[in-house]
């Protein structure tokens, strides 16, 4: 059994993954970085996207606010719903299934109405996060082929899907290893003091495996 206080490199960590007790369906690998930032203070919010090399292992579903002459370029696209006031009407009145939500800059009037229900499940769009962009078709393709979004929470850490349990030690390990990278890359630069604090490696039901990125 591996010593979950020992922190390891992210191909070790990928195998121990892999020797864990199997479930009844296809885990989501997740990743959890700790980071030595304030939130509190606007300059050292870390948020954006990032497109995994090795994707997702699932297409996300992808709603759009467009003006009715552009619906269609969003569906062809990929999108799941593409719509105006109706769609924002349908979220209003509860309807959850979907991971993204893109927006046009001038629906944005639109979706600001629904800040209180997206913004706590972290669909708000926003320009930072390429979630606010007039060209949808290339926003819309993204998301659905593996393009992840992330924020830091009030504690400064950043959770995020990196792949599925099923997917090969070379592409998780690839999707890691791009992503952590990357999260380096965005060091805000009134953060002082070490930065990269902790990282942890888990799947959907099992324990969090400490990884050395050092």
């Known amino acids: 059994m591996h010593d979950l206080s020992r922190k390891v490199p992210v191909e070790e960590a990928v195998k121990i993954l892999g020797k864990f007790k199997p479930v009844k369906f296809d885990e989501t690998v997740e990743i959890a970085l700790r980071l ?8 050292q919010m870390v948020r954006g996207a990032f497109s995994l090399p090795q ?28 719509g105006g006031q109706d769609l924002a009407k349908k979220i209003q009145d509860g309807y959850q299934d979907f991971d993204v939500v893109i927006a046009t800059p001038d629906m944005m009037s639109v979706v600001g109405k629904l800040g209180k229900i997206l913004g706590p499940q972290g669909k708000m769009p926003s320009p930072k996060s ?85």
């Open 55 to 82: 994707g997702l292992g699932k297409k996300l579903r992808v709603l759009v606010f467009c003006k009715d002459d552009r619906t269609q370029e969003a569906m062809d696209a990929g999108a799941q719903e593409a």
């Open 130 to 214: 390429g979630t606010v962009t007039p060209d949808i078709a290339t926003a819309v393709k993204e998301f659905c082929a593996g393009k992840i979004e992330y924020r830091a929470d009030s504690g400064g850490n950043v959770h995020a899907p990196v792949g599925k349990r099923s997917f090969t030690p070379e592409a998780l390990t690839d999707n890691i290893e791009s992503f952590v990278s990357h999260i380096k890359s965005v060091k805000p630069a009134a953060a002082r003091g070490q930065y990269l604090l902790g990282v942890t490696l888990s799947t959907t039901m099992g324990p969090g495996i400490k990884i050395d990125v050092s």
């Open 36 to 43: 030595g930032v304030d939130v509190k203070k606007s300059d």
